[in-house]
């Protein structure tokens, strides 16, 4: 069942690049996404002038992705909110509102509640599910699925990579329609199973020992700017739920206003840095925490100096930093699952946690 792993989170860490694979297959014709492939029609799509986004934990994480993607690419404001606190914050949706709802299980209990208020209000429903038939596909007007096979580990590795394909192929899409075509980044998106091996090729050097060190500690900080914060949000969340430790991220540039008053010696930071257009300002940020003795693990864009003060140095083949999500969430992944399984836990089982929350 678990192919040869020793855990499900692992397998389903490992087949992430197949799995990106089908979710991308045929949803991209001659540098174009295809827009029925995902749900939508060019004439939904123009219509769309703004976007609410909804969702829980590990899919919310990936709507923040999608925020940054759709606001970047096509333009359209997106708002980003908690399933369990959008539905109780009187919110104010209009007739031009697209709502998301991103949700691997469909079942969520909050999301849904967020998607039959949407609805309630004659507002056009959208979905990005990993269950075919499940409630939230059933009661949205339209869906999209992510193709990415059974998950079974309570943490959610591959529903999000491929909840962020979506998205990604959503912003493309919109992008499109608002006069703005990508078909370079279109064309790349092909290349990401291919790259996501030779990730994964990389990452069994290493990232097991490393990981064996940050076990060890207590505390642990994730930083990142843009793109990379809202993947220390999600390397924050699978540290936490998997290993137990306590996390945090931080959008770097957010450190001196608190929080590096508690950096002392040896105090473990993840550092994120993917993002070319802030990289110096991260790095900078980087040597502060280290000024005042933290220690660094940094999972990088291969082309970030080798010379930097990173304790442990996790580089990644970023060719394209737009498209970098879901390549640099793999080292993050197995950070957590190898911490994880350093401290001894039951990691397809964490304490206190169920796959699928169905109540509030
Ligand atoms: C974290 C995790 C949870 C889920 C959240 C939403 O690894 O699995 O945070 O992401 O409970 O679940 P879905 O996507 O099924 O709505």
């Known amino acids: 069942e678990r192919g040869g792993y020793a855990h499900f989170m692992l397998k389903e860490i490992m087949e992430q690049p197949d799995v990106w694979g089908d979710c991308l297959l045929g949803r991209i014709h001659e540098d ?157 998106m092909l290349q990401l199973p291919l790259l996501g091996h030779k990730v994964l090729d990389r990452m069994n050097q290493g990232i097991e020992s490393m990981a064996q060190r940050l076990a060890k500690t207590h505390d642990v900080f994730y930083i990142g700017r843009g793109l990379d914060y809202a993947l220390a949000m999600e390397g924050q969340l699978k540290i936490k739920e998997i290993s137990y430790l306590h996390a945090e991220a931080y959008a770097a540039g957010e450190l001196k206003h608190g929080t590096l008053a508690l950096i002392e010696e040896g105090t473990p930071v993840v550092a994120i840095v993917t993002e070319r257009e802030v ?23 291969d082309w970030l100096p080798s010379t930097l003060p990173i304790d442990h140095r996790i580089a990644v083949p970023i060719e394209e930093p737009l498209l970098a999500p879901v390549l640099a969430a793999i080292p993050l992944q197995l950070l957590a699952y190898y911490t994880a399984v350093a401290r001894g836990h039951d990691v397809d089982q964490p304490r206190n946690l169920a796959k699928s929350v169905t109540v509030e």
């Open 279 to 301: 990289a110096d300002k991260t790095v900078s940020n980087i040597l502060e925490v280290k000024a005042r003795g933290a220690e660094v693990w940094g999972i990088v864009d």
């Open 32 to 188: 174009q996404v295809v827009p029925k492939e995902i749900g939508l029609t060019p004439e939904l799509l123009t219509r769309v002038k703004r976007i609410q986004i909804v969702a829980a934990g590990t899919a919310y994480h990936a709507g923040l992705i999608g925020k940054s993607l759709i606001e970047r690419l096509a333009r359209v404001p997106v708002n980003v909110d908690v399933a369990s606190e959008f539905r109780y914050a009187h919110p104010i949706l209009d007739k031009d509102t697209m709502v998301i709802a991103i949700s691997q299980s469909g079942e969520t209990a909050d999301t849904l509640a967020c998607l039959r208020m949407a609805r309630e209000q004659g507002v056009f429903t959208y979905s990005i599910t990993n269950t075919v038939g499940s409630t939230v596909a059933r009661e949205s007007d339209a869906v999209a699925y992510t193709l990415a096979g059974p998950e079974i580990a309570v943490a959610s590795t591959k529903a999000y990579t491929t909840q962020i394909l979506v998205l990604t192929l959503l912003a493309l899409a919109l992008a499109q329609v608002h006069g703005n075509p990508r078909p370079d980044l279109v064309r790349r």
